[in-house]
């Protein structure tokens, strides 16, 4: 079974300040893992994902994240917050061990103060 | 090039009536899903599909139905509605389920009374 976990409900920042949503996974065999944002009542957009390579993925709107795969971890971050990054992020893992099904971590909301 | 594109985008339902919502993407994926999103609770898998006319049960399938009739195309049906299904349902697609992004569409918003 695949799992990931989303440890924080809520993260505050302010603008100008670093950013790191966390996210742990656990699955057997080599993760596919997935980061998505969701703006107000909007549908869910893909930002960025790692399949293998290196452990620092660049994605949309200067976001990346890093596989740490001895802590299980896929946590993104930002150097700059801004305000519009204010969201909901979702972690997602995917195809691991040949399953259809991805799973979705209960989502962090981001919310960076002026 | 729309995308994934649901149909309606709000309802209110009263218990016990049925609806059908559509889902339909442009991009020839084979893959399509159905999602519904409940506060803390993330997105939880309803049903999906492989391919034209195959559909497969997710992590709650419960109360709802499915057809794959077309692959550009993937319908959710509530054949008797529940206050329990109140929520806010996504549809997505990808090309593949493997190691490929997923398109969603903007959500429907439904409420049964």
């Known amino acids: 079974a695949q799992s990931v976990a989303q440890p924080e409900d809520q993260v505050n920042v302010a603008e100008g300040n670093p950013l790191t949503v966390k996210c742990t996974y656990s699955?057997?065999?080599?993760?596919?893992l997935f980061w998505y944002v969701q703006y107000p009542n909007r549908g869910l957009q893909f930002l960025l994902k790692?399949?293998?390579?290196?452990?620092l993925v660049k994605g949309s709107y200067g976001f990346e994240a890093e596989f740490n795969k001895s802590q299980t971890s896929f946590h993104l971050k930002k150097p700059s917050a801004l305000v519009s990054d204010s969201a909901l992020y979702f972690c997602?893992?995917?195809?691991?061990?040949?399953?259809?099904?991805?799973?979705f971590g209960r989502g962090t909301s981001l919310i960076v103060h002026p | 090039n729309a995308g994934v594109t649901q149909t309606p985008k709000f309802r209110v339902l009263k218990t016990g009536q049925s609806m059908t919502l559509l889902c339909a993407q442009d991009?020839?994926?084979?893959?399509m899903y159905w999602y519904r999103q409940d506060p803390g609770m993330g997105l939880r898998l309803i049903h999906y599909?492989?391919?034209?006319?195959?559909?497969a049960k997710g992590e709650v399938p419960d109360g709802y139905n499915v057809s794959r009739l077309k692959k550009q195309n993937f319908l959710l049906g509530l054949e008797s509605a529940a206050p329990s299904q109140t929520s806010v349902y996504f549809c997505?697609?990808?090309?593949?389920?493997?190691?490929?992004?997923?398109?969603f569409g903007q959500g429907t918003r439904l409420t049964v009374v």
């Open positions: 997505a697609s990808s090309y593949s389920s493997v190691n490929t992004e997923a398109f």
């Open positions: 699955v057997s065999g080599n993760p596919y």
């Open positions: 790692y399949i293998t390579g290196d452990n």
């Open positions: 997602v893992i995917d195809g691991a061990g040949g399953s259809y099904i991805p799973t």
């Open positions: 991009m020839n994926h084979e893959y």
């Open positions: 599909s492989v391919g034209e006319g195959t559909t």
